[in-house]
Each structure stands twice: as structure tokens, then as C-alpha cells.
């Protein structure tokens, strides 16, 4: 395969392309890591072509980079990452000295602050979602909180909206299809028997052995339980219980309806957050002359220079950033590119590629490359609000947050960390306990919403009983999508599957309609696992290398008001109970007075609790996706099952959350881990015939 040189100098852009640069410092000595053969700083530093160029250096694209670098001695990999190598402290390591189960002033790596656009459902609100922005991704910053998908999120989701894609030659992302993938992920280490013997802590083997026994190439992140919990986690926990909610041994095998238990993604010697920045460079790359890595560069677009359907290169226009000067320069795929840079990144570098949705690109004077109207559509993310409750007093339970404040107990929990294993409330993350419960669990009426979203998705279809109100209506504001769907016919046809995939599973009594999660405190949150509204994410038209401007649009179809109300109204029965139960172990006496809050005793019409829940609702839990997403074409689609751009000529592929048809019912990290895991195998496999 021929190796054409680098283009030196600026490549071809567009008059807007230099006036955007936003500056951000380099590593400095003091700072950064021991340097390594393969991080590479400037345009001098790299070879004149790689055989696979990955746009983003965050938790899919460095699992991609990691399998193919092994795979392929012999072929050459380029990360580009907008941000740097950095350390990554976990949710809670010293010094911080408060414990919350998100402390967002604890030390943390870098990351984007970005807001949406108001959303006027949610009283003009603006979603507030943190992204990383440094080598690792979003798993450098998150929660450290690792769990997986329903079964029924793949088998009758994703695999259901698959479509004429479905190829004997090409794996089906159903859940048999994937599971190896989240096992080949990650190494569990189970707690300790003492452990074990405290906490309750209950596994499967099975859900976590490595999908090839033997290979020495599964397991790259870390996962296991805390050492330690706070006193009052088994209040709630058996709270949930005794309102009906079952307690599973594992949660990790497709089955999760229940009580789980979650672990965290650490080291399970030093405590330390375990990402991919860890286990898919740092940790790996020292032995690989071919895993070449650039820090402080974004790339602004993809170029075909031989045409979409030529054998020949693909070309990605860089910018530099920094105090130590900025420029634009190519380099060379002679392979493929694989675009990985999150559910916001990699629809803006399509878009600033002429990939898109045809009419905004001609507002913008973006040649048209190819015509997708679903790239940066589709947006969707976990939101929700959170009940809550007082104590007359402080729990007479031990140890608790609070104790951090005492000087001995701080001191012992600084000598545990130092221990190996790591030891006390330093090994705790954001949260070991969850519950997932499907939506026939929570209410005898769960089929009037079922029933709500089937009707929907019928509306302006001939199997529409038809209602004369709103009839002369645009049907984008029938089924309540964002404008810009108005002139797409196939986004309208995939968001009608996807309406009839979330009916089905709604209607599941084994597909979880909300998570709730808990360490310690006096809250609990209810997440909405399949949310109906849909957003956008699209260039700045003044600014099209800055970032994208987010259209969030939560709650804008009121049925998810319905979900939140009949969630709300579930988990208020914890407080109900906990007000009821007596149990002087937990610290719950006779004279401890329990008090909801929120959302709080005169909170009780449906009116009022719809009223409450638009004020209160978090639009975000950080966990955006499904902007690229894998469908059909003809049904809105970006990717195809292999990850390929629908008419990109073959050479470019997305791999990361913004492929996600629909979110699922987990935490993103693994899913994304998986994703990576799974389109490696395809390329290493596809290459290698």
C-alpha cells in the first residue's frame, strides 16, 4: 500500500478556519508524565502517513488504537487528542477531605464546562454537562461507576433498528453479539472474603471471565469493590428490598432488574482510577515503536483528496494549540480514520467535513460531501430529579461523611490509602449500589404510557386512528422532534422505530425504566433510562471550530414528564418505608423523625409533582450519545453495523457514544469500552484477510 507524503503547510479551509483557535497550554515539565517514544507534540515530530489515524484520544478511540497498535507491529497508529496527558484523580482521593457522591470542586483532570440551549419544557433551563478534555476522554473525569445494559437494550433495541443492514458477513449488535465485548473489557478483581463477609458484596464468575481464556489480551480496565461503605448505604439498600425490589447476585450478565451492586473502575491494589488513558496507553505503550499519540490538536475536518469512491488516502486538516503558536497542517490515513471524539466532537468534524444535514451546511457555505441529515441529530442523555429527605438529627451511625472531619479518623483514612490493597473511604467512588426497575414494576398503569408512545409513533401514518386536533400541524410538532426534522423524511421514519422500540421496551417487565443510585446521604435520584425527546448538536455558524452549539431540548415530549411523575411517585415509597422502619442498627430509633423535602409533604396532585418535576429535573447525568447513529440510512442513520459512514466510500468510520441508536439503561464508559472493543476485532479481522 503506497505511503504519499505528508502535505506540509496549511491545507486547503475556509476563510473562518484560523479566527476560531481557541489556545490551551502544552504539558509543561513540572506536569507532565515521563515523556514517552510515542507522544508527539508537533507537526516535526510525526511520520509522513499512518495506515490508521483515530480523531480523539478518549475512552473508545484509545481502545481502538490499543488493539490495532498489537494487532498490526508492522502498521503505524496516530491518536489526535485536543487535550493532554495528565494525571487522572478518582471521585475521591486525597486531599480532598469532603466525600459527595460527585464532589465537583475534588481535583480533577481536564474537562469541558458546556451548556445547551434553554430548554422550554423545563422552564428555559440549560443542561449542564461536563466532557473531558484530556488524553482518556470522558473516563478520566467520570464517576468510576461501572455497570452494563440490559440484554433487552441490544436484542429488542439495537438489533431491532439494524434493519436491511443486518449482513451474515457483519456481527449484530444484539446482545449475544456484543457480551464478549464487555467481558474482553475489563478485569474484575472480586472483594475480599472479609470483605464479602461485611458488605453482603454477591458476583457471578461467568459475567466476568475473559471472552478468550488464555489470550492474554483481555482485561485492560480495572474493576472491583470498595473496601469500605458508608453506615447508612444498607439503610437504603434495605429500604428498596422491603418495598419489593429483589436482590440480585449479578447484574453484569444482560439480567438487571433488581438491587445490584456496582463496582468501581480502580486499581484494585492502589485505589487508583482505572481509564483509558491508564489501560489503553500509558500502561501499553511503551513496548509499541507504532502507537504514535498527538496532544494539543484538533482536527478540523476529514478530506477525500482522490474523491469519495477512489482507492487512495484520506487527509485530516490538524490545528495546533498553544501558547507556543498555532497552524494548520494534513496528515495522512493511507488506511482508514476513525472519528472518535464523543457524542458533541464527532458530529462537528463530520459536519465541518461536508458531512450532514445538506441544507444547514449551505447556510454555512460547507461544500456538501455527502448528504446525512442524522448527523448531530438524535441527541438523547439520562435526566432526571431527585426525592429527598431530613433526619430530626445526625444518624448515631459510624463511620459516616461527616467523620472526615475528625482528625484521627482522617488520619487512618489517609494510612489506608497508602496501604496495598488501598484500604477505607478513599477506595470509594461515586456509588456501589443502584436499582433498575422496569416500568411494570413501578405502576399498574405502565401500558397507558406504552400505549401514549405506540399512538405517537402512528400519527400521520395510515394506521393512525386520526384526532382532528392538530391536525393541521407540521409533524414535527406532532411528534414533538426538533425542526430541523421537517425536511427530513427519514429522520421521521427512525424516530418512529425507535418510538416503537422503546414501547416494547416499556411494555418489558424485564427492561428497567429507571435507575436510582446510592452511597450515602439523604437522596436518590430518578434516572430515566429511555427518554423520548430527541436534540441536535450543530456547528457555530459564527464559530465553526469552536464548540458545537447543543440543543438539549429535555422534556420537550411530555410523555417523559409522564415517566418522571410515575418514577417520582416510586421512589417517594422509599421515604414512606424508611419513616415506618425501625431499626436501631441502622440508626433508625423511635425518636428519629424522618421528613421528605423533597419533593416535599404538600407535593402530592399529579398537577403539582408535573409542576415540581420541571423545576427540578437534572437534564443531564453526563451520558450524551446516539448523534452519529448507527441505523439505516433510509431511516436517518450515519453508520452502518461496521461503524462506516452511510456513502463515505468505505475509508472513514465513527466509534464512540455518538453511534448509539438509542442510550441505554447504564452508565456510558462500558458500553463505550465494548463498542471499542467490538469494531477493533472487525478492523483487525477485515485487514488481516
Known amino acids: 500500500m503506497r505511503s504519499p507524503q505528508r502535505t506540509r503547510g496549511s491545507p486547503t479551509r475556509w476563510n473562518w478556519l484560523p479566527a476560531a483557535l481557541t489556545l490551551f497550554p502544552l504539558i509543561t515539565a ?164 472479609e470483605l464479602v463477609d461485611k458488605y453482603g458484596y454477591t458476583w457471578e464468575a461467568s459475567a466476568w471471565e475473559d471472552a478468550t481464556p488464555g489470550s492474554g489480551i483481555g482485561g485492560k480496565i480495572q474493576t472491583t469493590m470498595a473496601s469500605f461503605l458508608w453506615a447508612d448505604h444498607q439503610i437504603v439498600r434495605k429500604l428498596w428490598n422491603y418495598i419489593g425490589i429483589w436482590l440480585r447476585r449479578e447484574c453484569m450478565n444482560g439480567n438487571k432488574e433488581g438491587i445490584c451492586w456496582t463496582p468501581n473502575t480502580q486499581d484494585p491494589m492502589t485505589g487508583m482510577r482505572s481509564f483509558a488513558g491508564s489501560a489503553h496507553y500509558t500502561e501499553v505503550v511503551g513496548s509499541r515503536s507504532n502507537y504514535h499519540l498527538l496532544v494539543g490538536h484538533q482536527v478540523s475536518r476529514v478530506v477525500f483528496p482522490n474523491g469519495l469512491k477512489a482507492a487512495g488516502v484520506v487527509r485530516c486538516p490538524l490545528l495546533r494549540l498553544g501558547t507556543g503558536g498555532r497552524g494548520a497542517f494534513n496528515v495522512t490515513a493511507t488506511g482508514e480514520v476513525i472519528i472518535s471524539a464523543g457524542a458533541f466532537g464527532s458530529p462537528a468534524i463530520l459536519q465541518r467535513s461536508g458531512i450532514g444535514p445538506k441544507d444547514f451546511l449551505e447556510k454555512l457555505g460547507i461544500p456538501v460531501v455527502v448528504d446525512l441529515p442524522g448527523v448531530g441529530s438524535n441527541l438523547q442523555d439520562h435526566s432526571g430529579p431527585a426525592v429527598e429527605w431530613n433526619y430530626s438529627r445526625p444518624l448515631d451511625i459510624h463511620p459516616m461523611p461527616t467523620d472526615m472531619a475528625n482528625q484521627t479518623f482522617l488520619a487512618e483514612a489517609l494510612k489506608g490509602w497508602e496501604e496495598r490493597p488501598a484500604t477505607g473511604p478513599y477506595t470509594i467512588a461515586m456509588s456501589m449500589t443502584s436499582i433498575w426497575v422496569p416500568l411494570a414494576n413501578i405502576s399498574v398503569n405502565y401500558n397507558f404510557v406504552v400505549d401514549k408512545i405506540r399512538d405517537l409513533a402512528a400519527i400521520g401514518t395510515s394506521n393512525h386512528s386520526g384526532h382532528e386536533k392538530g391536525k393541521d400541524k407540521n409533524i414535527t410538532d406532532l411528534l414533538h422532534l426538533p425542526p430541523s426534522y421537517a425536511s427530513s423524511p427519514s429522520l421521521i421514519a427512525g424516530y418512529r422505530a425507535q418510538l416503537g422500540v422503546i414501547a416494547n421496551l416499556l411494555a418489558n417487565p424485564m427492561s428497567p425504566s429507571i435507575e436510582s443510585a446510592f452511597t450515602s446521604g439523604n437522596s436518590i435520584t430518578a434516572s430515566l433510562n429511555h427518554p423520548l425527546s430527541r436534540g441536535t448538536v450543530r456547528l457555530n455558524p459564527s464559530s465553526p471550530l469552536d464548540l458545537p452549539i ?87 442513520g450515519v453508520v452502518g453495523t461496521d461503524l462506516r459512514v452511510h456513502g463515505a466510500g468505505g475509508k472513514l468510520r465513527v466509534a464512540d457514544a455518538s453511534v448509539f441508536p438509542l442510550v441505554t439503561s447504564s452508565h456510558l464508559s462500558s458500553v463505550c469500552y465494548a463498542v471499542g472493543e467490538k469494531i477493533a476485532g472487525m478492523i483487525i479481522k477485515e485487514w488481516s484477510e
Open 30 to 193: 513540572n506536569s507532565q508524565p515521563p515523556i514517552l517514544h510515542s507522544l508527539k507534540q508537533t507537526e516535526a515530530d510525526l511520520l509522513p502517513s499512518y495506515d490508521f489515524i483515530i480523531a480523539g484520544g478518549g475512552t473508545t478511540g484509545l481502545t481502538v488504537a490499543d488493539r490495532l497498535s498489537a494487532a498490526f507491529p508492522s502498521r503505524q497508529i496516530l491518536v489526535i487528542e485536543y487535550g493532554q496527558l495528565e494525571p487522572a484523580p478518582g471521585v475521591f482521593d486525597p486531599p480532598t477531605k469532603q466525600w459527595t457522591s460527585l464532589d465537583m470542586g475534588a481535583p480533577r483532570a481536564s474537562s469541558w464546562d458546556l451548556f445547551s440551549l434553554p430548554s422550554p419544557a423545563l422552564n428555559n433551563a440549560s443542561a449542564f454537562i461536563k466532557a473531558g478534555k484530556v488524553v482518556g476522554g470522558s473516563s478520566a473525569i467520570n464517576g468510576q461507576f461501572y455497570d452494563r445494559p440490559s440484554k433487552y437494550d441490544f436484542d429488542d433495541g439495537w438489533a431491532a433498528l439494524q434493519g436491511t443492514m443486518t449482513d451474515k458477513k457483519v456481527p449484530i449488535w444484539d446482545w449475544k453479539g456484543i457480551y464478549p465485548f464487555f467481558k474482553k473489557s475489563v478485569k474484575y478483581t472480586p472483594p475480599r472474603e
Open 550 to 636: 447543543l440543543d438539549y431540548r429535555s422534556a420537550s415530549n411530555p410523555i417523559d414528564i409522564d415517566l418522571h411523575v410515575l418514577h417520582t411517585q416510586y421512589l417517594r415509597r422509599t421515604i414512606t418505608e424508611m419513616k415506618a422502619l425501625k431499626d436501631p442498627s441502622l440508626g433508625l430509633t423511635d425518636d428519629l423523625i424522618v421528613t421528605e423535602t423533597s419533593p416535599g409533604e404538600n407535593v402530592q396532585s399529579e398537577g403539582d409533582l408535573v409542576k415540581w418535576v420541571k423545576a427540578k429535573t437534572v437534564q443531564s447525568f453526563m451520558h450524551p450519545c446516539c448523534t452519529n447513529a448507527m441505523m439505516p440510512e433510509e431511516k436517518g
